[in-house]
T-cell receptor, first 113, second 111 residues
Framework: AQSVTQPDIHITVSEGASLELRCNYSYGATPYLFWYVQSPGQGLQLLLKYFSGDTLVQGIKGFEAEFKRSQSSFNLRKPSVHWSDAAEYFCAVGAKGDDKIIFGKGTRLHILP | DGGITQSPKYLFRKEGQNVTLSCEQNLNHDAMYWYRQDPGQGLRLIYYSQIVNDFQKGDIAEGYSVSREKKESFPLTVTSAQKNPTAFYLC??????????FGSGTRLTVV
């Protein structure tokens, strides 16, 4: 069955520290992979996407993610977080020809001053 | 600017009442989606539509209905058969590459 797992429900980091949010997927086809961010009471905004090619993808707001096929992972990273990065982050997976994508349950990021 | 507009932002429903959530897009996207979001549950797909006058049930369609009479519009009706409708509802549209654009959501509360 197709699925996306975000193992961490909550993560807390200090402002200025590095960040890594984990995402593992199970998908039969070659996946399209996405990270979205949601501020409280708002919709989701696309941070970055991977379709093919270079396995390290750059996104908006200084985020990057690395696709590791052998580990079925697509972890999100940022070298130095800012207080404005506090939000909920969703990993998602889809594939060419599929009608829809599957979302993980999200990781809520808290930033300590 | 192109985008998705959801209205209203807040909606209150009485027991036994049907309510309709609006979703309009001017992105010229063919596909549109409705999700329900509850704390700790992530996004659960209610209905989706790939083309006008056609739509498919998602994972939690019971108690909901939709229509797709125009490409730009995909309204969601929460019927009285939905016993626990209090949630945050998100509408999205997509190009053919699974890249979704989301609206800002409607928070529905039963009173």
């Amino acid at each position: 069955a197709q699925s996306v797992t975000q193992p961490d429900i909550h993560i807390t980091v200090s402002e200025g520290a590095s960040l890594e949010l984990r995402c593992n997927y199970s998908y039969g086809a070659t996946p399209y992979l996405f990270w979205y961010v949601q501020s409280p009471g708002q919709g989701l905004q696309l941070l970055l996407k991977y379709f093919s090619g270079d396995t390290l993808v750059q996104g908006i707001k200084g985020f990057e993610a690395e696709f590791k096929r052998s580990q079925s992972s697509f972890n999100l990273r940022k070298p130095s977080v800012h207080w404005s990065d506090a939000a909920e982050y969703f990993c998602a997976v889809g594939a060419k020809g599929d009608d829809k994508i599957i979302f993980g349950k999200g990781t809520r990021l808290h930033i300590l001053p | 600017d192109g985008g998705i507009t959801q209205s209203p932002k807040y909606l209150f429903r009485k027991e036994g009442q049907n309510v309709t959530l609006s979703c309009e897009q001017n992105l010229n996207h063919d596909a549109m989606y409705w999700y329900r979001q509850d704390p700790g549950q992530g996004l659960r797909l209610i209905y989706y539509s790939q083309i006008v006058n056609d739509f498919q049930k998602g994972d939690i369609a019971e108690g909901y209905s939709v229509s797709r009479e125009k490409k730009e519009s995909f309204p969601l009706t929460v019927t009285s058969a939905q016993k626990n409708p209090t949630a945050f509802y998100l509408c999205a549209s997509s190009t053919g590459w699974n890249v979704y654009t989301f609206g800002s959501g409607t928070r529905l509360t039963v009173v």
